[in-house]
DNA sequence: TCATAATATAAGAATATACTTATATCAACA
DNA sequence: TGTTGATATAAGTATATTCTTATATTATGA
């Protein structure tokens, strides 16, 4: 792997924002509206740190109708996809959103 | 691991520059005026980025007379010292300094 | 086709980063 | 003590990043 490519995909994961959502789409695929709704903040800003995530291979995008799931892109190299497995546990966030009615319930 | 932490962490880590001092220590410690031959860049930006990555725990230092030689902090979290691992193999490079007799023979 | 919901993109402001030059620190040694 | 070599720190500038607000895109359904 290339030091560019390399320094790409730390570069994404250097930012406390982008790790807490990749700590949330670890555990299942969330579209954009629930992410924003977990973290608290605004849709365009959360949008921008996807992006960023998927110009780095960390996450891939699926579209069904109107919203598009967000989920860890397998074709990540293994020694990257054992630093998700450091991040902290953040299933009871989206427990919470579940229970509190947010979840898209459509796939 | 908190996320700051683990946000700081790969911050240190996303920079092409810093990625290559992990690559080159990660085979011998070395001071900082043979990172300076090695990288051709000046002293202050080579110390600079030795800060950075001691800041974060990825390098540790030993003062040896007036010498600083910096090595990979055996600290570090498992799953970091993986990365490392990814890293392209620079041994050349410091090969290529020892036969140009610029290697410091102090200890 | 029009309105709406979800998402993306654009543009601007505030902050952070990386490099440069100049200077300070610190150890060795004459 | 004064000088030299190795390294660190400071300050300034250019660039990059992140957030905000406003607007564009895309799909759905009346």
Redesign the interface.
């Known amino acids: 792997?290339?030091?560019?490519q390399?320094?790409e995909c730390?570069?994404a994961?250097?930012?406390?924002t982008r790790?807490?959502i990749l700590a949330l789409v670890k555990h299942e695929e969330l579209c954009v509206c629930e992410l924003v709704e977990i973290l608290k903040m605004t849709q365009p800003s959360i949008s921008q740190h996807l992006r960023k995530l998927k110009q780095a291979k960390l996450v891939k995008e699926r579209r069904s109708s109107q919203w598009i799931f967000y989920s860890i892109d397998g074709e990540m190299?293994p020694?990257i996809k054992?630093?998700l497995?450091?991040?902290?546990d953040m299933s009871s966030d989206i427990e919470q959103l579940k229970t509190s009615g947010m979840k898209v319930c459509c796939t």
């Open positions: 792997m290339e030091l560019d390399l320094a730390y570069k994961m250097a930012d406390k790790l807490k190299y020694f054992e630093n497995n450091a991040l902290p």
